[in-house]
Each structure stands twice: as C-alpha cells, then as structure tokens.
C-alpha cells in the first residue's frame, strides 16, 4: 500500500541522516575509561531500532547499504587517519558494532565489501604483538591526561626537552599558532622535512593522540646535525648544544612571522659581567644575553649553592684599570641582571672513567 512504501521511505530517510550526522558529530569520549556519551548512545540505539523493523533492508540497495556500512565503520569505530572517531567507550563500540552486524547479517555483498574495504586494510597497519597479555589499556593515553615520547635509543636529551617545553602553556599555543607560510617538503618517505612542522606536529599529537606515546622519528629527522644528517638517534648528545641550535632554528623559521621574539619573550635574561678594580673600586660591566644558565652541581647540595657558586668572585692578576691605569689585581663575576619569564638551568655533570673524560649537561625549568 501506499502508507507502506511512505513508511519504507521514511526508515530510509531517518536511517540516512543519523548516519551523515554521525559525520560530523563530535564526541565527549576521549578514551574507553571516559564516561558515556549519552547523546551518541542514544543516536546509536535509536539506529539500531530501525534495522529491526522487517522492510529496513529493502530501503537500500547494495552499493548504497555498502557505503552506509563503510560511513558506520569509519565515523564511529575505526577511522580513516588524521580523522576523530565517536565511539570510545565499551557501551558505545558495542552499539555500534551492533549497527554493523545488523548491516551485513541479510547481505552477503555488503558483508564481503566490509571485509574488504574496511577490515583488511585494518589488519594490515595493526604491528604485530610485542608481548603477552595485551590490553588497550597499554596502548591508550594515561588517565592523569598525558602521553610519552618513546626512546629511540639515545634520544632522552630531546624527549626531556621537548616534553618541558609541552608544559609551558603559552610556548605551546604560540608553536602550535605560528604559520611560516612554507610548504610541507615531504621526502619520499612521506616525512614533512620541516623542524618547525615537525616541532608543531609534535605538541598537536602531545595534546591530541590518545595512544600512551608518540613517535618523534620524523622529529629527529627533521632536525639536522652539524654534518647536515637527520639525527642519529644511537649517539647520546648534549643538552645544552640541542638547546642552542634548536633555538637559533626556530628563531630563523619564526623571522618572517609576529612571532619573532618568542624566543627571547621566554626564555631570555640577560646577565651581566663585572670587573672591579681593587685600587680604585670602579666597576667594569659587561652585559649578556642567556637562554640558559650552566650550573656546577658537583659538591653542591642544592640549587642555591650551585647559583652562590656561578656568582662567586674570582681573581685576575696584573689587570689593567682603565679609570686608575693601574695594573692591578682585581675581582671578577658574573650576576644575573634579569631572569627571563622561564629561566632554563643547566646542570654540569663531569664524568672520569678510564675509557674518557666527558662533560655533559641536563635541563632543568624553573617557572
């Protein structure tokens, strides 16, 4: 009858737009510990109902009931990348699932194009397992709202540093905002060999992804040693020498843009170096840029001793005052004459093994 086929249209219909308004839902589940999205649940159930009603199947045909699976798939389950997926949550997924299951269960040419289109290119980006007993939980974001950086090797010097600098809330907005107006200079690997995109790309996944860590081979790809060579991520380097081309590169990438002076708004002090003559007293000042300050911790019991130890005076023999034109023996040290808004230690570690004598250092914030 006439009210059938107006009520077959009209399941279709409704079934039609929970579907594209799925597309551009956005979900309040974050991970599968967050607390049910309600309304998704409910928009979920609701489109499960109508796959019960007997004529539902005969409202679509194949190519079409095919592409209302794959949106499903896609939209609430399983992603296509770069892309938000709704359905987080144990309660949720299995609606969902359920939704697919319903799809495919009266067609078999809907349920191969789910297995083809949808399952297998799934399977194969899933790694193999690396240990037993695996549970989303080892994968997921931690519940105190932070991922990791994983180690490459010797990579512990960049992680520390990049994750400090994640924790700096206006640093980070003002990374993730700036635009240099280049474009992606993607290698035939598909890695976008920019620092400055890779340095964003790396605070977005920080406070986006929802896996426990990140990758940052592309970002030690994208920032060059010395030699020009992607960093060898099996060489520990120094901490301070990271710092200092880090930011003279993100300094030239920031020239051209209002952020030029993030850098400096930051992390930079100025200090400021004395020589004071022991005949006359006059002082002799030197001022200084810093974005670091390198401190002794060796036989220090604190921060404060190791800073009492940076402005202590020293002596310089047979020094000649310009105010008295006198050589003299005189007095010299270095003060802080401003902190910058962050003020970036650097702690000095001598190490003396018999195989070599090394010096290294490791950073620390202040806020």
Not at 134 to 162: A, D, P
Not at 198 to 220: E, G, H, M, V, W
Request: some cysteine; glycine content about 2%.
């Amino acid at each position: 009858s006439k009210s059938e086929i107006d009520a077959k249209i009209n399941v279709g219909t409704k079934f039609r737009q929970i579907v594209d308004y799925l597309q551009g839902y956005v979900s309040t589940e974050i991970s599968h510990t967050s607390p049910v999205d309600t309304f998704l649940l409910g928009i979920l159930k609701i489109a499960h109902k109508l796959l019960t009603i007997d004529y539902f199947h005969k409202c679509f045909d194949a190519k079409e009931s095919a592409e209302l699976t794959k949106k499903i798939f896609t939209s609430c389950l399983f992603p296509a990348e770069r892309e938000l997926f709704r359905c987080r949550t144990e309660t949720s997924r299995k609606v969902a699932y359920n939704i697919i299951t319903a799809l495919v269960k009266e067609d078999v040419a809907t349920c191969i194009y789910l297995i083809q289109d949808c399952l297998l290119p799934i399977r194969e980006k899933i790694p193999p397992l690396d240990s037993w007993a695996n549970s989303i939980n080892n994968y997921e974001r931690s519940e105190l709202g932070y991922i990791g950086l994983k180690n490459l090797g010797c990579i512990c010097y960049i992680n520390s540093m990049l994750q400090q600098f994640f924790m700096i809330s206006p640093f980070r907005n003002a990374i993730m905002t700036v635009r240099d107006n280049v474009l992606p200079m993607l290698t035939k690997e598909g890695i976008d060999d920019n620092l400055l995109h890779q340095f964003q790309r790396t605070f977005i996944y920080l406070l986006k992804s929802n896996r426990r860590d990140f990758n940052p081979a592309a970002f030690c790809y994208s920032f060059k040693e010395l030699d020009g060579k992607p960093t060898n991520t099996a060489i520990q380097h120094d901490a301070h020498e990271f710092l200092n081309i880090l930011f003279e590169r993100l300094e030239k990438a920031f020239k051209d843009t209002p952020y030029k002076q993030l850098i400096q708004s930051v992390f930079g002090g100025k200090s400021c170096s004395q020589v004071i003559c022991s005949n006359c007293g006059h002082i002799s000042a030197t001022y200084e840029d810093y974005y670091t300050l390198s401190l002794e911790i060796k036989n220090q019991r604190n921060l404060d001793d190791s800073l009492q130890r940076y402005i202590a005076e020293s002596t310089v023999s047979d020094y000649k005052c310009d105010y008295c034109n006198r050589k003299v023996d005189a007095a010299k040290r270095t003060l802080i004459s401003s902190l910058p808004n962050v003020l970036i230690v650097l702690s000095l570690i001598h190490i003396s093994e018999p195989t070599r004598q090394a010096e290294i250092s490791y950073a620390v914030f202040c806020l």
